[in-house]
């Protein structure tokens, strides 16, 4: 069984950097895909951006596209999301995620899912 444990949540101001980090435990991701998503108050928990585990290839939600970015450590088992020139509008509640699957951003997607960090961003 999978674990997930995310880090890195706060609070910051508008144009300012955050960096999260998501430990993963217990079994071997070769193959797998790992993504980040983001649940604001009140709205679906949105894809942000992915990384395959073997090969390091990603992709990113139009919205953060150029601002935000994904990153692996496959000797500590820990994915990384960048988070730069942040706006109000990215605070959520953001959730690492693993996938076995080849494809696929819907939430159905993924197979375990990390408990959650608050990021929050002030104008």
């Known amino acids: 069984q999978v674990q997930l444990v995310e880090s890195g949540g706060g609070l910051v101001q508008a144009g300012d950097s955050l960096r999260l980090s998501c430990a993963a435990s217990?079994?071997?991701?070769?193959?797998?895909?790992m993504a980040w998503f983001r649940q604001a108050p009140g709205k679906e928990r949105d894809f942000v951006a992915e990384?395959?585990?073997?090969?390091?290839?990603?992709s990113y939600a139009d919205s953060v596209k150029g601002r935000f970015s994904i990153s692996r450590d496959n000797a500590r088992n820990t994915v990384a999301l960048q988070m730069n020139s942040l706006k109000p509008e990215d605070t959520a509640v953001y959730y690492c995620a693993i996938s076995s699957r080849v494809f696929g951003r819907a939430v159905s997607a993924f197979d375990a899912w990390g408990q959650g960090t608050q990021v929050t961003v002030s104008s």
């Open positions: 217990g079994r071997t991701f070769s193959g797998y895909r």
């Open positions: 990384i395959r585990w073997s090969g390091g290839s990603t």
